[in-house]
């Protein structure tokens, strides 16, 4: 069974920072394409910032600049260095993992609860 278990959100005043964590378990870490996205009340769930098996890396044009993706395969971990917050990250963040063929599940977390304030 695979389990995605975030960490790190909480409330931050604008301009900080804060280090998101997921780790992962029940499949193959290094197999998997990773990400990190984001839902805010009443709004769509929306991508921030991915990164393939092979470490290729995208950001939303929201976030790049300010955010950070990395991935440790030892430790089957993604993590999001968040920098220079904004009111308008205010968001549950979700983990998510995929392998990369086409019928592959979308695996998700169960959320961390960002909370930027003015």
């Known amino acids: 069974q695979v389990q995605l278990v975030e960490s790190g959100g909480g409330l931050v005043q604008a301009g900080g920072s804060l280090r998101l964590s997921c780790v992962v378990s029940g499949t193959v870490f290094s197999l998997n394409d990773m990400g990190w996205y984001r839902q805010a009340p009443g709004k769509q769930r929306e991508v921030v910032s991915t990164i393939t098996s092979d470490g290729s890396i995208n950001y939303a044009d929201s976030v790049k600049g300010r955010f950070t993706i990395s991935r440790d395969n030892a430790k089957a971990t993604v993590y999001l260095q968040m920098n220079s917050l904004k009111p308008e990250d205010t968001a549950v963040y979700y983990c998510?993992?995929?392998?990369?063929?086409?019928?592959?599940?979308?695996?998700w977390g169960q959320g961390t609860q960002v909370t930027v304030s003015s």
């Open positions: 998510n993992a995929k392998l990369p063929w086409v019928r592959a599940p979308n695996y």
